[in-house]
């Protein structure tokens, strides 16, 4: 059994973007237009062919199970407009991600974005993710932690701001990927400095913060590898103690993860070899950031099993940790057969 | 013959802190005080005192001979006050810096901050450049690739805009090690993600650039292990393979090299596995952001030399490589005896 926890619909049927392209045209005339909600035409015929011939084929070659999918997070967009516009955006969007599951639901189970939206509190976020696991049986969710789309003017995690958030997170028991946009800062780069730094960032925030003491329950994914921070695991560990902060695994074990999006077999290696197995869950991105693949191996640089199979840093017992048994405990309300 | 390329002058003596806090103190009255070629005084044996007792000492405990050494890196502070405020602490700065390696010759070789100013164009910071190695020696410098502290506001490192500075650092055949400064922003934290998110942005700037095509013999040294950087390197090559870019070690290896600033075993071992030992520069930044002792290994977490005399990935030449030749290959100007 394998659980690839980090897939996004990249390859939605083009009504999808040509509904997104209308709101900003909208707004490019009102930026404080109101969105009503509303239904993007897609049909299921479409859906089915946008996902078999791409991410259903490519778990199938790859043999991964069940991919926890949501919707594609550089188009999450949460700077775009105002509330209204994210709201309407996001409900479609899960939605969309729900249809999905529906058709697959043996290779798919849903994960949500939410409405943020720079300088608005988390009111609509909560009520969107309640929707979606209370009503639509989704699992988790992606939280931007810069809203602003690289400028990072909105709060620290660390700050109250968050709270109402990680409540219900607490309270439906589902763990959130912190997962930032597309960046529109024109000194970040979308899939490598701005992803990488962001997971850093966010790291730092929590490490920093008393989030963990004041919900101890509390789950949070970071994404890509942990960015830089397995590369820089002593930098860290040093700094915490410098810090009086106390040993950094008991610090932050209890409650966050890494994925495995890590594209090189030296890379996997290092996250294997550093954090501790229950904090590691399997994860490849695809079809994301990365598509194409490596000259020297052969497979596409996203094809992530292939350096977790092939690694000698854990045992057989630690791998199925890692593909399965962690996302199976970190993701409660996933149920397999 | 084991040469530290990344030292900063952390130990000062207190009229130097002094003397930028009454610089501090006067912009807040007002912003746009010109300051006049001014000094700090003090004395040879304070500076011989804070360096004896610190730097020397851990250099002499660790078996190291020589450092390249700066300014203290977060004390730069390009954002704080207006161009004159940057130029005259950053004159003083550099003479600091030129004392000291007059005081301990054997020990220290001086490298230059920069008066950069965010809005103000280079003409000051080359001049600054021209001076400390024309006239004073100095055989290489660092650059802050975000004068603004965190906001990312001014140009990328791939812009027309740093081309004037990047033609002095050819003609002199000296490298710039890129260095952000302290963070003002209040989602950064200085040295973990503001550090490390920042080398990994700097490399994606110039990743992207035509910067070695203009400048073919242009030398950038990319600090704490490249940031994210060789953690991701599958991640990194098959982004510049996606995007038609070419193959990524031809496009940077002839002009970018990663210092050895990472705190832990597993971490340079990585680095040596993944990046070409040509491109490495040996550093422990020295004392700088860990200064506590690790109680896994009992030593110094900054004392990296340990980690590379440790590692298994490369052998006794490449060593001695990643330890002086590399470093008197990249800055040129360095003769040792």
Redesign the interface.
């Known amino acids: 059994m394998i659980i690839d926890c980090h897939g996004h619909y990249t390859t939605t049927p083009p009504a999808v973007e040509a509904y997104r392209n209308r709101q900003k045209d909208i707004l490019k005339t009102n930026p404080d237009h109101i969105f009503e909600t509303d239904d993007i035409d897609v049909s299921d015929d479409e859906i089915r062919e946008s996902i078999a011939c791409n991410q259903l084929k490519l778990q199938q070659e790859r043999g991964t199970d069940l991919t926890i999918f949501s919707p594609r997070a550089n188009w999450m967009g949460h700077h775009i407009g105002n509330a209204s516009t994210s709201r309407v955006w996001t409900e479609q969007q899960n939605n969309l991600i729900r249809r999905v599951c529906d058709l697959f639901p043996q290779n798919f189970v849903p994960v949500c974005q939410l409405p943020q939206s720079p300088g608005t509190d988390l009111t609509a976020s909560i009520a969107e993710l309640e929707r979606c696991v209370t009503k639509m049986g989704f699992i988790g969710c992606n939280l931007n932690p810069?809203p602003t789309g690289?400028?990072?003017?909105e709060a620290?995690l660390g700050d109250r701001y968050w709270y109402p958030f990680y409540e219900k997170l607490v309270e439906l028991d589902v763990p959130a990927m912190i997962h930032v946009s597309g960046a529109c800062?024109?000194?970040?780069?979308t899939?490598?400095?701005y992803y990488?730094?962001a997971d850093?960032?966010a790291?730092?925030?929590l490490m920093?913060s008393d989030v963990f003491k004041d919900f101890p329950t509390l789950k949070i994914i970071i994404p890509?590898?942990g960015?830089?921070v397995?590369?820089?695991?002593?930098?860290?560990?040093?700094?915490a103690?410098?810090m009086g902060i106390a040993d950094l695994d008991q610090r932050v074990f209890g409650n966050i993860f890494f994925d495995t999006c890590?594209?090189?077999q030296?890379?996997i290696?290092?996250l294997l070899?550093?954090i501790p197995t229950a904090n590691i869950l399997f994860a490849s991105e695809m079809i994301g950031?990365?598509?194409?693949i490596?000259p020297r191996t052969g497979h596409h640089?996203?094809d992530t099993r292939i350096y977790i199979d092939a690694s000698d840093r854990v045992d057989a017992a630690a791998k199925r940790q890692i593909f399965a048994e962690n996302a199976l405990r970190v993701f409660s309300r996933l149920k397999v057969a």
Chains 1, 2 share one sequence.
């Open positions: 810069d690289g400028y990072w003017s620290r800062h024109h000194a970040m780069d899939t490598s400095s990488l730094g850093t960032t790291f730092v925030h920093l890509h590898g960015g830089a397995p590369y820089h695991w002593g930098r860290f560990r040093g700094i103690q410098d890590v594209y090189h030296q890379g290696d290092l070899d550093v950031a990365v598509r194409g490596d640089y996203d």
